[in-house]
């Protein structure tokens, strides 16, 4: 089933063809600084619309967007267009899907 997560203004709104059963709570420094949690999928199931703006940083293969009204780290996106992989940030969706996945560290990206 299909699940939707906003940002806190509500500009940004993202759906994502199915609930994560596993999130990433990421233990980079830059993560931790933005307080996120990550869900992966393939960029084939998840619809981003609202105007957003995104950060590029280190090795330059990853664009973090956030909300340019409000702020929030929305998602991310692959600079590779072939790369079938984006994670959105876990914490703008609901309580209750969020309550569904199980959260696991890891030392980097995944
Ligand atoms: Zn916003």
């Known amino acids: 089933m299909a699940v939707e997560a906003s940002c806190h203004c509500g500009a940004v709104r993202i759906t994502a063809a199915y609930a994560p059963t596993d999130i990433n709570d ?13 869900a992966y999928y393939s960029p084939r199931d998840v619809t981003v619309t609202g105007a957003n703006s995104f950060y590029v940083w280190g090795d330059k293969r990853i664009r973090f967007h956030f909300c340019t009204v409000c702020g929030c780290t929305t998602h991310w996106t ?19 899907v969020m309550a569904g996945a199980t959260i696991r560290e890891s030392p980097g990206p995944r």
């Open 26 to 38: 990421c233990q980079c420094d830059h993560c931790q600084k933005r307080g996120v949690l990550w």
């Open 78 to 96: 692959a600079v590779d267009p072939t790369r079938d992989r984006m994670a959105i940030n876990a914490r703008l969706l609901p309580r209750e």
